[in-house]
T-cell receptor
């Protein structure tokens, strides 16, 4: 599975959009981009995933560049409850596609 | 609430104790996982079960013994642990299906058990 790089930490003002970048320059054609988040001392929570098209759900939007070497998770109106560590993971679907967590980005939403 | 529950939520044990962690999923999934998260470290995959069969053991010491009696329940039996085993132990499940190591689907995590070994 491809490795990802994310900023260690980011701040965001409450009510503003939070844009979390992720680089995955070695991603292969069958690998998806997954995003999870982990609020302090809780289990990780699935947010969204995509292959090459942009995706949106009730939690967030995922923007994947055309060359698929990077992506951005967008929380459109961040709240204090969105303060968490956000993990970007690339992995293949199906057999052998392990979920390997890195260090993630620690997002702090401030009033 | 993700549909994956873990008990106990907190556990303190001595190095000579034997204890068990329990995980139950109410999602109708076929695959279940144990992860370990030590302080300031990423999650580490420990074990994978698919249709009650263990499909992965990620070089975990034998003092950790998993058990999967059915697709809804997963246990982690602990004995003669060391202080460095203190961590957050997380259970997850995913739909999966078929044979072999199918880890492609979205995983849903429980709240974890915070373990302290004295």
């Amino acid at each position: 599975d491809a490795k990802t790089t994310q900023p260690t930490s980011m701040d965001c003002a409450e009510g503003r959009a939070a844009n979390l970048p992720c680089n995955h320059s070695t991603i292969s054609g069958n690998e998806y981009v997954y995003w999870y988040r982990q609020i302090h001392s809780q289990g990780p929570q699935y947010i969204i995933h995509g292959l090459k098209n942009n995706e949106t759900n009730e939690m967030a939007s995922l923007i994947i560049t055309e060359d698929r070497k990077s992506s951005t998770l967008i929380l459109p109106h961040a709240t204090l409850r969105d303060t968490a560590v956000y993990y970007c993971i690339v992995r293949s679907r199906g057999k052998g596609g392990k979920l390997i967590f890195g260090q993630g980005t620690e997002l702090s939403v401030k009033p | 609430e993700t549909g994956v529950t873990q008990t106990p939520r907190h556990l303190v044990m001595g190095m000579t104790n034997k204890k068990s962690l329990k995980c139950e999923q109410h999602l109708g999934h076929n695959a279940m996982y144990w992860y370990k998260q030590s302080a300031k470290k990423p999650l580490e995959l420990m074990f994978v079960y698919n249709f009650k069969e263990q499909t992965e053991n990620n070089s975990v010491p034998s003092r950790f013994s998993p058990e999967c009696p059915n697709s809804s329940h997963l246990f982690l039996h602990l004995h003669t642990l060391q202080p460095e085993d203190s961590a957050l132990y997380l259970c997850a499940s995913s739909p999966e299906g078929g044979s072999g190591v199918g880890l492609g689907e979205t995983q849903y995590f429980g709240p974890g058990t915070r373990l302290l070994v004295l």
